[in-house]
């Protein structure tokens, strides 16, 4: 799935580092996932699934089709199409419609006429988010107590399901602030809850006489639920005064935004289902199992690794011993303060700025690389690799590492070097997968 796999290889352990971060992301190629963990047997469908303390459940949870009228699908978020497309040819006959709202148009044939795709914006939401979004409030608020709707959600969602001109407006300036500020995805989420009828539980109260079985993908540290895609089939725990809450610490007065409460009577998720149906935790004990092939001492460092990108891999190369892996996951977040803002994602900034601050650790005969699991690390890459050879490139090029960095301009610093990794997006969304090899 690593497209310049080749180009990348320049050393051994180069090559190793990248048939590792390969495994990582066939565990979580969209397809292949959902054959392995959704089936049907007659009248049976069996999803595979995590449970709260990351056990997988390999025998499943099990759905009597045969006792519902009609089965309907909605997928939101990243990859949500190829996922609904894939349940969409599982079900066959027995999906009675199915509207998946993505980003960017499928590059793929749609197998059952009977779904749908919609395209959507993202970061940031725009009129086609409306428009798709209202067709998926419209399908759920049709269904009857006879009626099954599955729901896969995955990361992304926050910003594709958008309702109303007045969301659009608030959801876009609050996305840009916050996350300019350095607000974590929680903070974020929590505030993008309160401005929307859909998020927060908000799916689940529009179709609440239908049985609804969720399926999310985690893109997020700690995988609660509630936060994913801003939980639209979640009971949301936290509440408005918790959203301004937020507005006030990164000095935004709560009274300019529509903030509203979300569906509080815990009744109504009676009938819901959620699970969590792949993670991080796929990924990486695919890496794992990879890594230990390859005859590497093997450590999951982190798999909820948090804090500014430009410092994250500084630790894991002080401490790093020789012939060891370090495998991580988690979102980091980068700190914007230099107007001069350039092109690039956490994952390019957290390399790049290992190299800014521990040069020598990298020199020392280590390998590292960061990305994002969708393929799209804020660009058209994922992520990126280095090493000594990344160092040396650098300085031949005559190239201010702290300059680029300053400028969050990660992107063309690694363009310039030949170290940006890029991949075929086909692949879950389950945030930033990071791997440290030292030789």
Do not use: W
């Amino acid at each position: 799935m690593i497209t310049n796999f080749k180009d990348l290889a320049k050393t051994p352990l180069r090559e190793k580092a990248l048939k590792i971060a390969e495994a990582g992301y066939r565990a979580i190629e969209i397809e292949s996932a959902i054959l392995r963990k959704v089936s049907l047997k007659k009248d049976r469908l069996v999803i595979k699934h995590f449970g709260s303390r990351g056990l997988f459940f390999d025998r499943g949870f099990k759905i009597d089709l045969a006792k519902f009228q009609k089965v309907f699908l909605v997928g939101i978020g990243k990859g949500s199409s190829l996922a609904s497309n894939a349940i969409a040819n599982i079900l066959g006959e027995r999906l009675e419609k199915g509207i998946a709202l993505d980003i960017g148009n499928p590059q793929f044939e749609i197998r059952n006429l009977k779904l749908e795709i919609l395209k959507g914006t993202h970061p940031l939401p725009s009129e086609p988010n409306i428009v798709a979004t209202k067709e998926i409030i419209k399908l759920a608020q049709s269904l009857t107590k006879e009626d099954l709707l599955l729901v896969f959600v995955g990361g992304g969602g926050s910003s594709l399901t958008c309702v109303s001109e007045e969301e659009l407006k608030d959801s876009s300036l609050i996305t840009k602030e916050l996350t300019k500020a350095g607000a974590n995805i929680e903070e974020l989420n929590t505030v993008r809850k309160h401005l929307s009828i859909l998020k927060g539980g908000g799916l689940v109260k529009m179709a609440s006489r239908a049985t609804i079985v969720s399926l999310i993908v985690s893109d997020v540290c700690g995988n609660h639920l509630g936060i994913i895609a801003s939980g639209p089939t979640v009971f949301d725990e936290t509440t408005k005064a918790d959203a301004e809450t937020i507005l006030k610490k990164y000095n935004l007065n709560p009274a300019d935004f529509h903030l509203i409460e979300t569906p509080k009577e815990k009744a109504l998720f009676k009938k819901t289902t959620n699970m969590l149906f792949v993670c991080n935790q796929d990924a990486v004990m695919a890496m794992l199992a990879e890594a230990e092939k390859l005859g590497f001492l093997s450590k999951i460092y982190s798999l909820a690794l948090e804090g500014e990108a430009k410092d994250i891999f500084e630790p894991m190369l002080r401490n790093i011993k020789s012939n060891q892996v370090f495998l991580a996951a988690g979102e980091t977040t980068v700190t914007i303060k230099n107007h001069k803002l350039g092109k690039g994602g956490r994952n390019m900034e957290a390399v790049l700025g290992a190299i800014c601050s521990f040069e020598s650790g990298i020199k020392d005969g280590a390998v590292m690389m960061s990305f994002a699991s969708d393929g799209h690390d804020a660009t058209e890459a994922a992520g990126a690799i280095a090493d000594a050879k990344t160092i040396e490139a650098a300085r031949n090029l005559n190239l201010d590492k702290g300059e680029f960095l300053d400028n969050h301009d990660s992107f063309h610093f690694f363009e310039k070097t030949g170290d940006l990794l890029f991949v075929e997006p086909k692949s879950f969304n389950v945030a930033d997968l990071m791997v440290v090899l030292k030789i």
